[in-house]
Structure formats: C-alpha cells, structure tokens
C-alpha cells in the first residue's frame, strides 16, 4: 500500500537584533530528529484551512504566538527523501516580525539563532533558511520589505540602519531619504498611491536634534531602481 505523501507548511521567521539577524527555531518533540532544533511547521489542515496561507497563518500563530506579521510564500520544496516518514511536499513562508513583539509574546518554546551561523537542523531546513535570507537582502534593495522588522514607532534614521543591517552596506543618508520622502503620507499635500510611512507627530528625543516618529503600512511597495 502507497503512503499517503506528507504536505506541510514551514515558516522561516526572522527579525532582527543588534547582533544581527536570527531565526526563530523550535526543538522537535518527537520523531524524526526528536530533540533537534527546526522550523515551526505543521500539517494542512483540509478541514480548518482553505489554502497553504491560512495554514501558515495558523501555524505561526500556534507555534510562536504571533497572530500579525509580514508572511509571503518563499517556495515549495518536494522530493521523496526530504523526511524519513516518506514522500513529502512542503510550502514554506517567509515572516518578518519585529524583535519587541516576538519578545511580548514569551518562549512559547522558541529559541533565536544566528541565521548565519546554525546549529545542525532537522530535514533540510538549513536550506531553507539560506533562501528565505537570499529573498530579503535581495528584495530589500528594490522594496520596502524591510519594513517588516520595524517596530510599531521608528526613525528615518532607524529605517536606514535596518535597510544597512539586512543588505550588508552602507547607503547614503540624503539618497535614502530622497527614496523614502515620495512614500510619505504628509498632512495636507497630496497622498501617495500606496503610502508606506505614517508621521505619527511626534518626535524622539536624543543626542542630536529631534528626529520625527513613523509608523508603517506593510503594503510592499517597489522601488524604480535598487537602493545603493
């Protein structure tokens, strides 16, 4: 008799610290690889779940705790020697969230890794990862995908260092802004087509003079041209 072939979800969950990136990794209960860190994952459910997002978004939730986060489909990986159990076909999700609300939520069992430097890993989630990195600082220079690991209040400046943070460079503060300024809702001037950043009115305090507050919308908005 044929083994039913095993469909999962994956979720690479990273956010940032000031050490650097981390990935959000759980150890197995049972096994296979019982006791090895991996993904937080779970089955589709046919019966609670209409599609693999509603999985992921289920799954994440369970898992980590986080009901809200940027979650964007990465890949679909299959092969018959993936797991041990048999033949099996994962989809795996990308989530960004914020280091303070992962923080707010407790352990829930989690352990943050460097995502550049990892454990040994349960199935092929090293992989994983390594795409789910790939996708980031790639898309991070043509789009606000950064946006994802901001706090609920930032900086321009803030902005900057986490764009900085997840593309390994350094970027010139006036063009980065002059990026920005067009994604800006202002008060009183004409909205843009998908503002990215809310001025909140109020300003942060600090060493230099005050700098303004933003919040965020995570509508992915698509630079012309990469960040340099």
Known sequence: MQCPIIVTIDVVLLTLTPSGMQVALQRRVKEPFAGVSALPGGYVRPELDANTHETA???????????????EQLVSESSPDRDPRGWSLSVVYLALVPLDKLMAQGSKGLELCSADALPA?????????AKALERLR?????????????????TLAQLQKTYEQVMGVTLNKSTFRARMAPLI????????AHPALYPTGDMQDGVHRPARLFRKSMVLNIFESPLK
């Open 57 to 71: 978004v289920r799954v994440l939730r369970a898992k980590t705790g986080i009901a809200s986060a940027h979650l």
């Open 185 to 192: 809702l202002e008060p009183g001037q004409a909205a843009p």
């Open 138 to 154: 790639n898309k991070a220079a043509y789009s606000t995908l950064p946006l994802g690991l901001m706090p609920d209040t930032f």
């Open 121 to 129: 890993l349960a199935f092929d989630h090293a992989q994983l990862i």
